[in-house]
């Protein structure tokens, strides 16, 4: 399983950024794909995730009604629509796939349920 997250960079405060995390059609199609962040010296914390069925989308409450995460089932890309973004957004962001097969539902309160990662893009929000 490869994943290949993209599309961090610098933005002030307020603006918006789109993560992108490509897989194969078989992992999107089989496994739900979770995004994390971790920013320096924090432990590594849950940001949304899309189940593999129905396409069932979780929100932590950090994010909740700024982000979106959507799948292109044509592109084999999962999307992390970033808005109203805050200096707290700050962190590197990593996508990565939930271990179960064919969940209906997904959450992103432990790493744990997550097995295989991409290689992390930065976020950086300027205030």
């Known amino acids: 399983v490869q994943l290949q997250a993209s599309g961090g960079g610098l933005v002030q405060a307020g603006g918006s950024l789109r993560l992108s995390c490509a897989a194969s059609r078989s992992t999107l199609e089989h496994h739900a794909i979770g995004w994390f962040r971790q920013a320096p010296g924090k432990e590594r914390e849950g940001v949304a995730c899309?189940?593999?069925?129905?396409?069932?989308?979780y929100y932590s409450d950090s994010v909740k009604g700024r982000f979106t995460i959507s799948r292109d089932r044509a592109k084999n890309t999962v999307y992390l629509q970033m808005n109203s973004l805050k200096s707290d957004d700050t962190a590197v962001y990593y996508c990565?796939?939930?271990?179960?097969?064919?969940?209906?539902?997904?959450?992103?309160?432990?790493?744990?349920?997550?097995?295989?990662w991409g290689q992390g893009t930065q976020v950086t929000v300027s205030s």
């Open positions: 990565a796939t939930e271990a179960y097969l064919l969940s209906a539902y997904c959450r992103v309160d432990s790493s744990r349920d997550y097995d295989h």
């Open positions: 899309i189940s593999s069925r129905d396409d069932n989308t």
